[in-house]
Nanobody
Framework: QVQLVESGGGSVQSGGSLRLSCAVS????????IGWFRQAPGKEREGVAA???????SYLDSDYSRFVISQDNPKNTVYLQINRLKPEDTAMYYC???????????????????WGQGTQVTVSS
């Protein structure tokens, strides 16, 4: 079973940057989609960005320029760089995996079979 472990979260001031990591193990799928999601208290889980095994990327339309998703295949790690952090970025951030290319519905949590435990990002003003 695919396992995902997130890291890199923390407390930062508004305007700062963070790079989140998602270490993927036991991935036997040659075709996959890895997505980053976030969930703030009292809100639904929201897709932020996704990358597939071809390296194609997808981003949430709103404010996408602050997010950069990338992957290091030898390290089996997917990264999410978040720049110019805002207080509204405060949330638990999760990575998830699906055994197919990212679809047009990549931002729906139901598209994904495997989830990590999350890493907390807190942005103060």
């Amino acid at each position: 079973q695919v396992q995902l472990v997130e890291s890199g979260g923390g407390s930062v001031q508004s305007g700062g940057s963070l790079r989140l990591s998602c270490a993927v193990s036991r991935n036997t799928y040659s075709t996959y989609c890895i997505g980053w999601f976030r969930q703030a208290p009292g809100k639904e889980r929201e897709g932020v960005a996704a990358i597939n095994s071809r390296g194609s990327t997808s981003y949430l339309d709103s404010d996408y320029s602050r997010f950069v998703i990338s992957q290091d295949n030898p390290k089996n790690t997917v990264y999410l760089q978040i720049n110019r952090l805002k207080p509204e970025d405060t949330a638990m951030y999760y990575c998830a995996a699906a055994p197919h290319y990212c679809s047009d519905s990549w931002y729906y949590p139901d598209e994904y079979h495997y989830w990590g435990q999350g890493t907390q990002v807190t942005v103060s003003s």
